[in-house]
T-cell receptor, first 115, second 112 residues
Framework: AQKITQTQPGMFVQEKEAVTLDCTYD???????LFWYKQPSSGEMIFLIY??????QNATEGRYSLNFQKARKSANLVISASQLGDSAMYFC????????????FGKGTRLHILP | SQTIHQWPATLVQPVGSPLSLECTVE??????LYWYRQAAGRGLQLLFY??????ISSEVPQNLSASRPQDRQFILSSKKLLLSDSGFYLC???????????FGPGTRLTVL
């Protein structure tokens, strides 16, 4: 079974609109971490945001926020006021347990921002 | 600040040839280091990780190997490349186990 599920293979959004990229995860470990990475066409994986399973508040980093719904095992990425430069592949990832080296990645969502 | 370098950026190699990809990190000591492979249009697959010099853990059995000859240097190698080794190889580092991993610019390998 997949540990990280991203159900949107591709999305088209108008510039300046808000975007929500879906991510659900599967773990029985009470301690885990969730990550979002952006991969532009250059290929580099850029870390965007992190949410720990025990964090009380949703993580925010500038225009990025993580809508963490623990009971639903959901960790959607929200990008406010989208820009043309946001066009990229976005990966949701999870680290199970505390201090584990392994991060499991989803298959990604390709986001296209339209002018 | 910390930076991570990978080279070469692109590589085209014939089947059966050897491989050596290098990754170096600057601005930190004793980082955890990782090698990932990303096949075309797919997610990342962890290949190897290292918590210190000479310490390598393999995640996927294959014809690739990794070495860490220095604290901030991580090398991915193969004695004989296969067609299936084509892909985008990313190196990453973290301060400690479980911390956020930061990625290098990647190496695009094409095996013909």
């Amino acid at each position: 079974a997949q540990k990280i599920t991203q159900t949107q293979p591709g999305m088209f959004v108008q510039e300046k609109e808000a975007v929500t990229l879906d991510c659900t995860y599967d773990t029985s470990d009470p301690s885990y971490g969730l990550f979002w990475y952006k991969q532009p066409s250059s290929g580099e994986m850029i870390f965007l945001i992190y949410q720990g399973s025990y964090d009380q508040q949703n993580a925010t980093e500038g225009r990025y926020s993580l809508n963490f719904q623990k009971a639903r095992k959901s960790a959607n990425l929200v990008i406010s006021a989208s820009q043309l430069g946001d066009s990229a592949m976005y990966f949701c990832a999870m680290r199970e347990g505390h201090g584990d080296d392994k991060i499991i990645f989803g298959k990604g969502t390709r986001l296209h921002i339209l002018p | 600040s910390q930076t991570i370098h990978q080279w070469p950026a692109t590589l085209v190699q014939p089947v059966g040839s050897p491989l050596s990809l290098e990754c170096t990190v600057e601005g930190t000591s004793n980082p955890n280091l990782y090698w990932y492979r990303q096949a075309a249009g797919r997610g990342l697959q962890l290949l190897f990780y290292s918590v210190g010099i000479g310490q390598i853990s393999s995640e996927v059995p294959q014809n690739l190997s990794a070495s860490r000859p220095q604290d901030r240097q991580f090398i991915l190698s193969s004695k004989k490349l296969l067609l299936s080794d084509s892909g985008f190889y990313l190196c990453a580092w973290s301060i400690d186990r479980g911390d956020t991993q930061y990625f290098g610019p990647g190496t695009r390998l094409t095996v013909l």
